[in-house]
């Protein structure tokens, strides 16, 4: 049953295997599932959507919200809805959830994780000019492998006093990202990718993701490949982030150095992130808090879920109108005009925004 | 050379060798007079040792850390001024669980293309990592602990290191105890690692920690250790490498292993002599003039060794 099992998913596999290369939209609107989320979600959406409407960029939103449900069975699950317009617009931008406490239901992100097999974290971290921190040029990028490794859940108590958690590499995960992160760096004209890794302790496990990063590299001659411990990178991180390009890893470590670069360009209000799934979906999100405390006080900073939604028409391939609301952004923080309060301003968000969109209708 | 000749510190140095040898029943260990030298003087200095490429035998640093038990990994990360990094106002210590966690060296192919490997967590090594943070935060008058860790993931292993940690803390109402998640303090240790003292942890996080934490300072090369052990061991040394490439050519940059010894003498409660070797190393490096080829100028070993020397005189 072993060998049947692992031949029908090899071969499934194959069918649904799909090259994550950039679709090119030449005519027509594209639909994309909004998902405001909660806290300040609504607003920054709405600032998103008022500038892509200024760019004319070939945007139609559908919104849905996400609110765990309880399926037949009993089983949790994301809207009925939701699901279906995320099925067939393949596309989503997505505000920040709040996380449930003794809600009875595994948090939303991981709902939808494991809803579309989001299985790439990817995180861009770019410098922001005039927005300062004790580093000018970061300008690498994070890829994560998001469905297992440390974080499979499985644990045990061994005796009383003594606990075991279990950390599972498959060849096959580590082949899908690896494959992803080549891809995501021959698209997006990256010169290198890193396997950060601790596969001198961990021989087996990060032996084993190691190996298919090394098959993938040689299948994209085009792209440096190099191999560096994951404290080794850390150590040379904060000392010199330039040397970094595209960064290839596993769930914890990917968790730890997406958010130390994020760190690096001023922290998650500024962060961009895309979560790649099986079968096209992806889905592009603001990883901050939903900041309960501004909600509704026109005072967010809409500049992670923008640049996310930037990452996301890059990714659709509308690079001309990716660059001009990045372009438009970064000018008004580089002005230091208008800021909202978190960027070291007092403008509000809707002062911000318009900004912003006065920058785009020069640009187009 | 710094110890005797200027501080004049009550400590007379008795050396030897590591080499790994095969004992009786063919297990490695390290030599028996080291091991009985450790064993009798309890405090040891170490140097950096070459990792044995196909030599048979485990790494010289896992079989000390086994033969004495030394299970908390300390380094103390100080901004050197004069020494310029991103950085100025770094003052804090990770202290690392150094026997168990995610290094356990437990793994198994499950089947074909999947692969596990076991992170072992046990209340005995938590708690005793736990109290030494404590006792040393006390020591060094350090006013919190943070305990770093994964526990929102990793509910059972995270868990009861996080609840040995919080009942330790229990018993030292004078330490300031905070919480957080390994990747939120990565996060906001880049922005300011300034809100940072005494920080925590369970092997894997400590080894990335600690490493992250000497580069804001300036590298290895700049960078403390101390290795505590049971019994009463503790071996302080630089974890920079052998530097083949400039050996004996007296290019070396000897900050590290002597500020490792610095945090020897703090350990064994000589702490004028101990402030008063480091304000003279920080000295030297903060006056530029007389700097090796790593910290930016061109001086010879010798040189800056005799530097910090005059400093001592000066101080005394």
Same mark, same amino acid.
């Given at each position: 049953?072993?060998?049947? !099992?692992?031949?029908?998913?090899?071969?499934?596999?194959?069918?649904?295997?799909?090259?994550?290369?950039?679709?090119?939209?030449?005519?027509?609107?594209?639909?994309?599932?909004?998902?405001?989320?909660?806290?300040?979600?609504?607003?920054?959406?709405?600032?998103?959507?008022?500038?892509? &409407?200024?760019?004319?960029?070939? /945007?139609? !939103?559908?919104?849905?919200?996400?609110?765990?449900?309880?399926?037949?069975?009993?089983? !949790?699950? /994301?809207?009925?809805?939701?699901?279906?317009?995320?099925?067939?617009?393949? /596309?989503?931008?997505?505000?920040?959830?709040?996380? =449930?406490?003794?809600?009875?239901?595994?948090?939303?992100?991981?709902?939808?994780?494991?809803?579309?097999?989001?299985?790439?974290?990817?995180?861009?971290? %770019?410098?922001?000019?005039?927005?300062?921190? =004790?580093?000018?040029?970061?300008?690498?990028?994070?890829?994560?492998?998001?469905? &297992?490794?440390?974080?499979?859940?499985?644990?045990?108590?061994?005796?009383?006093?003594?606990?075991? $958690?279990?950390?599972?590499?498959?060849?096959?995960?580590?082949?899908?990202?690896?494959?992803?992160?080549?891809?995501?760096?021959?698209?997006?004209?990256?010169? $290198?990718?890193?396997?950060?890794?601790?596969?001198?302790?961990?021989?087996?496990?990060?032996?084993?993701?190691?190996?298919?990063?090394?098959?993938?590299?040689?299948?994209?001659? #085009?792209?440096?490949?190099?191999?560096?411990?994951? #404290?080794?990178?850390?150590?040379?991180? %904060?000392?010199?982030?330039?040397?970094? #390009?595209?960064?290839?890893?596993?769930?914890?470590?990917?968790?730890?150095?997406?958010?130390?670069?994020?760190?690096?360009?001023?922290?998650?209000?500024?962060?961009?992130?895309?979560?790649?799934?099986?079968?096209? %979906?992806?889905?592009?999100?603001?990883?901050?808090?939903?900041?309960?405390?501004?909600?509704?006080?026109?005072?967010?900073? =809409?500049?992670?879920?923008?640049?996310?939604?930037?990452?996301?028409?890059?990714?659709?391939?509308?690079?001309?109108?990716?660059?001009?609301?990045?372009?438009?952004?970064? #000018?008004?923080?580089?002005?230091?005009?208008?800021?909202?309060?978190?960027?070291?301003?007092?403008?509000?968000?809707?002062?911000?925004?318009?900004?912003?969109?006065?920058?785009?209708?020069?640009?187009?």
């Amino acid at each position: 049953p072993c060998c049947i !099992w692992r031949k029908v998913s090899r071969v499934v596999g194959a069918l649904k295997k799909e090259p994550p290369q950039p679709r090119t939209f030449m005519r027509g609107i594209q639909t994309v599932t909004l998902i405001p989320g909660d806290g300040i979600g609504p607003e920054i959406s709405t600032a998103v959507m008022k500038i892509f &409407e200024v760019a004319k960029a070939p /945007i139609q !939103w559908e919104e849905r919200n996400v609110t765990a449900i309880q399926g037949p069975g009993g089983k !949790w699950m /994301i809207p009925p809805d939701a699901k279906e317009s995320m099925d067939r617009n393949k /596309i989503g931008l997505k505000g920040p959830l709040k996380t =449930p406490i003794a809600a009875g239901h595994p948090s939303m992100n991981l709902l939808l994780r494991k809803t579309f097999d989001l299985y790439a974290n990817v995180r861009p971290c %770019v410098s922001i000019e005039g927005y300062k921190t =004790p580093y000018t040029d970061v300008n690498l990028v994070t890829i994560r492998e998001n469905t &297992e490794g440390e974080y499979s859940g499985i644990e045990h108590v061994i005796v009383d006093g003594v606990v075991q $958690s279990i950390k599972l590499i498959t060849e096959q995960a580590s082949q899908r990202i690896a494959e992803y992160a080549f891809e995501y760096a021959k698209n997006n004209q990256r010169a $290198s990718v890193t396997a950060v890794h601790k596969a001198n302790i961990m021989r087996m496990s990060d032996g084993l993701f190691l190996r298919k990063c090394r098959e993938a590299a040689e299948k994209h001659k #085009d792209v440096k490949f190099n191999e560096m411990y994951l #404290d080794t990178v850390c150590l040379n991180m %904060v000392q010199d982030p330039t040397q970094f #390009d595209v960064l290839l890893m596993p769930n914890l470590y990917g968790d730890i150095l997406s958010d130390l670069c994020a760190g690096l360009i001023g922290g998650l209000g500024v962060t961009p992130s895309g979560n790649i799934g099986a079968n096209g %979906v992806a889905i592009f999100e603001s990883v901050h808090g939903t900041a309960p405390d501004i909600a509704g006080k026109d005072m967010a900073n =809409p500049t992670a879920l923008l640049l996310s939604a930037v990452m996301m028409l890059r990714h659709m391939g509308l690079h001309g109108h990716g660059q001009k609301i990045e372009t438009a952004c970064f #000018d008004v923080i580089r002005d230091k005009k208008v800021l909202t309060k978190d960027l070291g301003g007092n403008s509000k968000c809707s002062e911000f925004t318009e900004a912003i969109c006065e920058r785009v209708r020069d640009l187009v």
